[in-house]
């Protein structure tokens, strides 16, 4: 079955800074790539997701790649700011959705 | 609009006690419905997941259980808890195929946190 592994588990930046967090992934038949975005105590709410078909895709502040050769992903996020402090879960999938064990955000000002 | 329920919000369980965690879908029909697991350092673990009603797909052997009486109602249950049953569940739903093309969002709701003791 899929595996999704994601990386760094922690991330600290000052605000303004950029924020990268990467993922792989291992069934080369996967084709939809989201990512989302967990406050504390609350369940994961989607931010951005990516198809097979797309090699990137942005959405304001927020921008995700995908290199289908090499079954990775990466979630871009820039000029950060204290709100965006969160988990951050990526996921693969062809029939349900697997997630990476999550990178915890901290965004100071 | 769509809105899913979850409840209990939190649990705490003595080891070998039952479960049963309920989630509810309203506002759409025949959903996909999800149960995930996260535990601290594990991310979201999906555990079981239904395209139908009686149709349950269990992606984690385990002694928990699930099922789908009804086609926005999906039920995780066990007869006994273990100490590593402990962990905050979420359900989800999502539309599935629509037009030949999984729509993949998948919409959490707000969790159960279960204290096995």
């Known amino acids: 079955g899929e595996n999704v592994e994601q990386h760094p588990s922690t991330l600290s930046v000052q605000e303004g800074d950029s924020a990268v967090i990467k993922c792989t992934y291992s069934?080369?038949?996967?084709?939809?790539f989201p990512w989302y975005k967990q406050e504390l105590g609350k369940g994961p709410q989607l931010i951005i997701d990516?198809?097979?078909?797309?090699g990137e895709k942005k959405d304001q502040r927020i921008a995700v790649t995908l290199n289908k050769t090499a079954k990775h992903f990466s979630l871009h996020i820039t000029e950060t700011q204290p709100e965006d402090s969160a988990v951050y879960f990526c996921a693969a999938s062809q029939t349900a959705l697997i997630f990476g064990k999550g990178t915890t955000l901290s965004v100071s000002s | 609009s769509q809105t899913i329920h979850q409840w209990p919000a939190t649990l705490v369980q003595p080891v070998g006690s039952p479960l049963s965690l309920e989630c509810t879908v309203e506002g759409t029909s025949n959903p996909n419905l999800y149960w995930y697991r996260q535990a601290a350092g594990r991310g979201l673990q999906l555990l079981f997941y239904s395209v139908g009603i009686g149709q349950i797909s269990s992606e984690v052997p385990q002694n928990l259980s699930a099922s789908r009486p009804q086609d926005r109602q999906f039920i995780l249950s066990s007869k006994k808890l273990l100490l590593s049953d402990s962990g905050f569940y979420l359900c989800?739903?999502?539309?599935?195929?629509?037009?030949?093309?999984?729509?993949?969002?998948?919409?959490f709701g707000e969790g159960s946190r279960l204290t096995v003791l």
């Open positions: 990516i198809r097979s078909n797309v």
């Open positions: 069934d080369s038949a996967s084709n939809y």
């Open positions: 989800a739903w999502s539309v599935g195929y629509v037009a030949g093309v999984d729509t993949g969002e998948l919409f």
